[in-house]
């Protein structure tokens, strides 16, 4: 199967494994427009430049991220702004969030060496990105359907990409993270939800209807914990970073040493302790904490084997928040992997924890930018 057969939604996204970005482009052509029709395909279009700007937004349905950030054509960050809320905010709370924090990203002070040429957009829900359109974002209301790279780019007058987090957060870490280099990568973002994003030769790997690499709604255990989907079992219900938090203070409740190291940790602030914790915690011995990354090894572990047997990746990259526990989820889920894997499936991939940290996403947004430049 050739990578342009893999790559069925959108096919004609240009990207490569190791692209000179810059150096022997010729001068900006300007803000064309792909015209779109029924049935054909999203782009900003390909762009030859040597200087100037792009721009990288990342929304989550969450509210709790929501960042704006300016980079050079090497991908290089030059500014960024976030603005985290604490609540889950509707479509038009973020839009104008996201004004003022694009006026003051782009403001023509940081913009010495030209103008912004291209934004990418991660955002944390469901992306038709064939068509520019947020199907969903699970926590959000009044994001079904809604057209963001139209209005963005009408708003803007800039041409503009938008994608999912994960795949965004994929193709950043095969650009310019652990997998450089790598033909057949799934990056798995471990954050407050769980994501999934594949990268086939150096392009996201997106399937029929954009929805490939959900790997949060795996169905893992049967009769298992409620998914913030509505299903249950579903690997992003026992795995992610609010699931791990979640469950450590509910079982703690009868646990009074459990509960007093929780309160040591968080200041007091029982809702505040972070999956990394969790894991810090079950290191040193408790034996709540104990089940709660047991669980994660277990559960991860199945949903990892299985993809590995179907995709057989040469890479494998965790991320997000709960890849922070380093090591301590690391090692461990090695091991599985090992023991539930064929050897001609495992032997090869490699499992290790992406270079970007919890900037992922930003940065992924920038590369989405970066694609057809
Ligand atoms: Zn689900």
């Known amino acids: 199967m050739s990578a342009q057969q893999w790559d069925t939604c959108p096919p004609d996204r240009v990207s490569q494994e190791s692209p000179p970005l810059q150096e022997t482009l010729a001068a900006a052509s300007g803000n064309q427009r792909t015209a779109t029709q029924p049935g054909t395909q999203r782009t900003t279009g390909k762009l030859l430049a040597t200087q100037g700007y792009v721009v990288?937004?990342?929304?989550?349905?969450?509210?709790?991220?929501?960042?704006?950030?300016?980079?050079?054509?090497?991908?290089t960050i030059l500014h960024r702004i976030r603005r985290p809320l604490e609540y889950v905010p509707d479509t038009n709370t973020v839009l104008q969030l996201l004004d003022g924090m694009l006026a003051e990203v782009m403001h023509p002070?940081?913009?010495q060496d030209g103008r912004v040429l291209r934004v990418g957009v991660a955002v944390g829900g469901l992306v038709d990105a064939s068509r520019g359109v947020v199907r969903t974002l699970h926590h959000a209301h009044g994001w079904d359907n809604f057209p963001l790279q139209d209005y963005l780019e009408e708003?803007?007058?800039i041409p503009c990409i938008i994608d999912n987090n994960a795949n965004a957060a994929a193709l950043a870490e095969v650009?310019?993270?652990a997998g450089i280099g790598e033909r057949i990568?799934?990056?798995?973002g471990l954050g407050r939800g769980i994501g999934g994003g594949m990268v086939i030769n150096g392009k996201i790997y997106h399937g029929t209807t954009c929805s490939a690499g959900e790997i949060g709604h795996l169905l893992v255990k049967e009769q298992g914990p409620k998914c913030s989907c509505g299903g249950f079992g579903h690997l992003e219900a026992i795995a992610s970073a609010q699931a791990i938090s979640r469950t450590m203070i509910?079982?703690?409740?009868?646990?009074?040493?459990?509960?007093?190291?929780?309160?040591?940790?968080?200041?007091?602030?029982?809702e505040r302790i972070t999956a990394e914790q969790v894991f810090q915690l079950a290191a040193a011995g408790d034996q709540v904490a104990q089940r709660?990354?047991?669980?994660?090894?277990?559960?991860l572990g199945i949903a990892l084997a299985n993809i590995i047997h179907l995709m057989n990746p040469s890479m494998i990259i965790l991320g997000g928040q709960v890849a922070q526990a380093g090591e301590l989820l690391l090692t461990p889920l090695q091991a599985r992997l090992r023991d539930l894997c064929?050897?001609?499936?495992?032997?090869d991939v490699r499992i290790v924890l992406g270079k970007l940290g919890t900037e992922a996403n930003t940065v992924g947004a920038v590369t989405l930018a970066l694609q057809d430049i």
């Open 185 to 188: 990568v799934l990056y798995v």
């Open 109 to 111: 002070e940081r913009l």
């Open 292 to 299: 709660v990354v047991d669980d994660v090894y277990t559960y």
């Open 250 to 270: 509910g079982l703690s409740v009868e646990n009074p040493e459990t509960e007093a190291a929780i309160r040591r940790i968080t200041g007091a602030r029982d």
């Open 342 to 347: 064929l050897p001609a499936a495992s032997e």
């Open 175 to 177: 650009q310019y993270g």
């Open 155 to 157: 708003r803007l007058d």
């Open 56 to 75: 990288g937004i990342e929304i989550s349905g969450s509210g709790s991220r929501q960042s704006v950030a300016l980079a050079n054509l090497n991908g």
